[in-house]
């Protein structure tokens, strides 16, 4: 911040397409600077602007400067409690989505949605101001599915990202399904007819 005369001070604000994101005390200089400041995916540009200080001095804001905010790239991973179970019997799937960015880490936010043989059987989404369970740049997400039907299935997790983070979908995992086997027993052990009449 620049002024005719020395010892200007006051806030300044960092704005993202014209929204304040930070403020910070203007030093000796006219020298501010914005720590931490979280810029929204999807801004297209930042501002400065100087508040003023007691009537003494002018707000003004800078001209704008262009900047690209990218999504945060995503690896989701899908684990399964057993390959191969009987019909009726749960599967626990437990699909983990990490965070690849090298600068910023955040924990990915928002749900997941499960997918068997292609079709959504499950779909859990949290709203943004929901923590999901894990730390840093990973989080982890669990759902147990039933009814899966008999034979060969193959399931899959799809992270479904709030603005800001990239979705990303698992390796399918294969789980077989058998059937519940059955026993025929006689009521009898014994088995009498006659010729012409029906057995007992």
Request: no cysteine.
């Given at each position: ?10 806030q300044a ?156 979908e698992s ?14 027993t006689p ?14």
């Open positions: 911040v620049t002024s005719a005369v020395t010892g200007i001070n006051g604000e960092l704005r993202a397409d014209g929204v304040a994101v930070s403020t910070a005390e203007v030093r000796s200089g006219g020298l501010v600077t914005f720590e931490d400041a979280i810029i929204p995916f999807g801004t297209r540009s930042v501002t400065a602007a100087f508040n003023g200080e007691s009537g003494n001095y002018a707000s003004s804001e800078s001209e704008p400067s262009d900047i690209d905010v990218r999504d945060l790239p995503t690896l989701t991973t899908l684990g399964v409690s057993a390959n191969r179970v009987t019909a009726g019997t749960p599967v626990t799937v437990s699909v983990t989505v990490e965070n690849l960015s090298e600068l910023n880490e955040a924990t990915p936010q928002s749900g997941f949605e499960i997918l068997v043989d292609g079709e959504s059987v499950y779909t859990d989404v949290s709203s943004e101001d929901d923590s999901p369970v894990g730390a840093g740049r990973v989080a982890r997400f669990e759902a147990t599915l039933t009814d899966l039907q008999v034979g060969d299935r193959t399931i899959t997790a799809r992270f479904l990202p709030i603005p800001g983070f990239r979705a990303s390796e399918p995992v294969g789980v077989q399904i058998d059937t519940i086997s059955t026993v025929v009521d009898n052990t014994e088995i009498q007819s006659t010729f012409g009449q029906p057995v007992q």
